[in-house]
Structures are given as structure tokens and as C-alpha cells.
């Protein structure tokens, strides 16, 4: 459990905006002992199906840093850990639409971004989104979010990646507390991931 022992609700409501994605996103803390940088990958179901390039658009990538798999798309990213960010994240410029709030702005991304409740969102500003994404011994390493019926073993089996691995890397002592919209980070997945070829 995220919360043990927070003596009062003042403390307790400081510790949820703190931590919030700690605690449901298993985002992964800066690693000083890794490089700036390194290749990452995010596994993106659109909740409405977008051609390949509509996402490469919406992205910011070149359409050739997109894989379509069977239920969305995998693209290619250069994870990091800039000054000031407690965790790795990618960033790209967005343009505020007239009916976005963070929720709506999280949800077109696959609800990999960082929310910043008290910043105001003004329609037509570009404002810099911060995407969740991780680092693991400069080794290429996969963003998911969790989705119903999902568990660690079949996470992993999909991505052909270690089980043991990918529990440490997203701190996870028991891999059946998973739930679904938790983002976990796959470490080092196998090359036989299967991509369609149509757009």
C-alpha cells in the first residue's frame, strides 16, 4: 500500500500529490549510474484506432519511429533525465485545444503523461508535456500501461522479456498486484514482437 502510518490529513494530502505517480504509474526514479539517455519504447493503444501516421503526427516522431502492433503501436523514443525531474521522462510540445484538461491531454497519449493539476491550460498555448517512459542499463526498455486481465506474467510473456527483470525494475514484490492503468516499464524486450506492415 502507498499509504502507512501518515499521522494527519494534511500530511496525507501532500504525500498523494508527491507521489501520485509513484504509487500508481511505478514511474522510475533517475538513476545517476546510467547514462543521460538511452532508447525506449512506448506501447500506445489509441482508445480510437489512428493510422500509423496520425500517431507519428501526434507524436512528433518520423513515421519510420512507429510499429504498428495487433492492438496499437510501438514508438521509438530517446528516454532521459533532465535537471529538476525526479523521474525519465520524453518530452513534446503540444498545442492546448479548447476542450482539453490534464485528463483529456492524458488520455490521447495512452495516459503516459505527467499531470500538473495546478498548471492552467490555456487553449491554443504549446505547453511541454512530460511522457513517462524508463531507463535500464542504457538498454532499450517498454512503457505499458496495464489494461484489464493483464498480469505480470502474461505482460511479459507478450513482450518475451524476463519476469524477474521487470518486477525489480518497477519495484514490485508481489507480480500479482498489478492493476489496470498502472504504467510498468519492460526491460530489455525479446526482438520477436510481432508488427503488421499495413497503415
Not at 492546448?96 to 495512452?110: L, N
Request: proline residues 5%.
Amino acid at each position: 500500500m502507498c499509504f502507512e502510518d501518515l499521522g494527519n490529513l494534511e500530511k496525507l494530502v501532500g504525500f498523494i500529490i508527491l507521489t501520485w505517480l509513484s504509487c500508481t504509474s511505478h514511474s522510475l526514479p533517475c538513476n545517476v549510474s546510467l547514462a543521460e539517455s538511452c532508447p525506449a519504447s512506448l506501447y500506445y493503444v489509441p482508445r480510437i484506432m489512428k493510422s500509423l501516421e496520425e500517431t507519428a503526427v501526434l507524436f512528433h516522431v518520423n513515421a519510420h519511429a512507429v510499429n504498428r502492433t495487433t492492438d496499437g503501436f510501438l514508438i521509438a523514443i530517446n528516454c532521459s533525465c533532465l535537471p529538476g525531474h525526479h523521474e525519465y521522462t520524453w518530452h513534446l510540445d503540444y498545442e492546448v485545444q479548447p476542450e482539453d484538461t490534464w485528463d483529456v491531454i492524458a488520455s490521447k497519449f495512452g495516459s503516459f503523461v505527467v499531470e500538473y493539476p495546478k498548471k492552467t491550460l490555456i487553449p491554443s498555448q504549446t505547453v511541454t508535456l512530460d511522457i513517462l517512459c524508463g531507463c535500464s542499463e542504457s538498454a532499450d526498455t517498454v512503457t505499458y500501461k496495464v489494461t484489464k486481465g493483464d498480469t505480470l506474467y502474461t505482460i511479459c510473456s507478450r513482450f518475451d522479456a524476463d519476469l524477474n527483470k521487470t518486477a525489480r525494475l518497477n519495484r514490485i514484490d508481489n507480480p500479482e498486484l498489478i492493476h489496470d492503468g498502472d504504467v510498468i516499464f519492460i526491460p530489455e524486450p525479446g526482438k520477436e514482437m510481432t508488427f503488421t506492415s499495413y497503415t
